[in-house]
């Protein structure tokens, strides 16, 4: 289990959002936990300095590519891009030094899976940089796959299924339990037990995290090969909850067993 780290970017600041507010054309309903002082790259640094690999940035909304850049060349390689990404300029961010390229609304169009879409993405980059972003949001009882600003429900549910046939096209999942997303009041528990049993491929769960013992427990539930991010509790975007030298020094810990 590792710890992800994440630089998530709206209006062109780094910032720490209650994910479920986010609207299209609705900027000012959109609730923000932190809004930093400090640009992108200087958190960039920060997770280099800590060799915490596998992080994302994620480009909520239009108007933060530039941030994205500087996040990304302060760490080239280091870190992965999300939010507005196609089979068009998936190859740019790459050659930008993104690790790896994060996909929802692009190949979920419609409510659905776009097959040709999710198969031109491959061709273009090849399913070994590619990391499907299988955001959900609870209704009756399943976990449904959420696009356009996790707004927009699927016919697409997170289980056995459709995690083994998507992972055929992709390196890792990344999953935002969407309906607890920057509230920091516990993690979706049996979305990360869904995930431990039925993932093959490499999989980061985020949403929730309100402490340490929360991280444990995503460890704990799944199996200790779920990684998890923390955002909104993290002493360096503001929280209380998590203090950050001390998740590192924990994740540190697990590595060396």
């Not at 709206?10 to 809004?35: C, M, P, Y």
């Not at 516990?186 to 993932?199: D, Y």
């Not at 090969?225 to 955002?231: L, N, S």
Request: charged share 25%; aromatic share 8%.
């Amino acid at each position: 289990m590792r710890f992800r780290p994440c630089i998530d970017l709206h209006g062109g600041k780094v910032k720490q959002i209650v994910g479920s507010t986010l609207r299209d054309g609705a900027e000012s309903g959109v609730k923000e936990n932190f809004v930093a002082s400090k640009p992108p790259s200087y958190y960039a640094r920060l997770f280099r300095s800590d060799a915490l690999t596998g992080g994302h940035v994620i480009m909520l909304g239009p108007g933060n590519e530039e941030a994205a850049r500087e996040a990304l060349a302060a760490w080239p390689g280091g870190m992965q891009i999300g939010g507005g990404i196609t089979a068009e300029n998936a190859a740019e961010w790459l050659d930008a030094g993104a690790s790896h390229v994060i996909v929802t609304s692009y190949v979920f169009r419609e409510g659905r899976i776009d097959q040709e879409r999710l198969d031109s993405l491959v061709r273009a980059v090849g399913r070994e940089r590619i990391v499907l972003d299988l955001s959900c949001r609870r209704r009756d009882g399943r976990y449904y796959i959420v696009t356009d600003r996790w707004q927009r429900f699927t016919d697409v549910t997170v289980d056995q299924e459709s995690l083994g046939r998507l992972a055929g096209f992709c390196a890792e999942f990344l999953v935002h339990g969407v309906d607890v997303e920057g509230k920091c009041q516990g993690v979706e528990q049996e979305l990360v037990t869904i995930l431990a049993e039925h993932s093959p491929i490499p999989t980061t769960y985020a949403g929730g995290v309100r402490h340490l013992d929360d991280f444990k427990l995503v460890g704990e539930l799944g199996g200790w090969r779920i990684d998890c991010t923390v955002g909104s509790a993290l002493d360096i975007f503001g929280g209380t909850g998590v203090r950050y030298e001390e998740l590192v020094r924990f994740c540190r810990r697990l590595e060396r067993g």
